[in-house]
């Protein structure tokens, strides 16, 4: 399961995931950006942290944002190295196929855990042709094979498969040794991923939603209807109830009275 704050890491965790992942989708969902590109390392950096104060029990992962490991695998293991020691998470995930092997490589050789991603990979969704469902021919999908290959040789302790025939996916999952994450790839997957706001319901109603992503509540309308309610409550002055407020002695508060009017008196002499 995603996340990128305090609230999500922590409900997360309680709700018994495994992995929690600070996904850069977190660009859109929590800061309003158009896309994940637009997200940068110290970004990712605040959100890592706030999510890690959240959470106990799970795994937890840091997403390498677009600009953050592609220019060597030196770079890589820089962005990596302060993705656990100022994040606090304790793996990090970035997209790529068999050209990123030499990199994640290089990042696990001084133990730091890598989920590797492919097929779908938002981040290169424009040299892809958009979001795109891959693997949809024998010839693409074997090249997805040969990426999986590729970073499981390289050191990934698993690997995301996004937008993937069902089929596809979980052949490539019975031929490797290490587990498939799935989303949009079918059940023949390991394990699967959500982002926490769409598997929530917390966006307003016309949000485009993909394909895979089954809603198991509808948290912006309930929250929506709660601001509402506390609204009416206010106006007619049905909140706060004495419930919700503080007393004070009957004595402190006659006293307190006849203070206010010695006070008044002495404004009024003025």
Do not use: W
């Amino acid at each position: 399961m995603t996340a990128h704050d305090f609230p999500s890491g922590l409900v997360a965790d309680e709700g018994g995931m495994d992995m929690i992942l600070v996904g850069d989708s977190l660009a859109m969902v929590a800061l309003g950006m158009k896309d994940t590109n637009q997200v940068k390392l110290d970004d990712i950096l605040h959100h890592c942290r706030a999510v890690s104060r959240g959470v106990r029990s799970a795994f937890t992962i840091g997403d390498l944002p677009m600009g953050s490991y592609e220019v060597s695998p030196e770079h890589a293991v820089s962005s990596s190295i302060r993705m656990i020691q100022d994040g606090r998470v304790e793996a990090v995930k970035l997209e790529g196929g068999i050209e990123l092997a030499p990199t994640i490589s290089r990042i696990t050789s001084i133990g730091i855990p890598v989920l590797g991603h492919i097929g779908l990979t938002p981040q290169r969704s424009h040299s892809l042709g958009g979001f795109r469902v891959q693997g949809r021919t024998a010839a693409s999908a074997s090249k997805l094979f040969t990426d999986a290959l590729a970073l499981q040789n390289a050191g990934c302790f698993s690997l995301v498969l996004e937008a993937v025939p069902a089929p596809v996916a979980e052949l490539i999952t019975e031929k490797l040794r290490i587990p498939t994450i799935g989303i949009g790839a079918g059940n023949g997957c390991s394990g699967q991923v959500l982002v926490q706001i769409d598997m929530l319901g917390n966006f307003p109603e016309g949000r485009f939603m993909p394909k895979f992503v089954k809603q198991y509540a509808n948290v912006f309308e309930e929250s929506k209807k709660a601001m509402k309610q506390y609204r009416e409550d206010v106006r007619s002055r049905a909140y706060p109830a004495k419930e919700h407020t503080y007393p004070i002695s009957p004595e402190e508060l006659k006293e307190f009275e006849e203070i206010l009017k010695k006070r008044s008196a002495e404004f009024e002499d003025e």
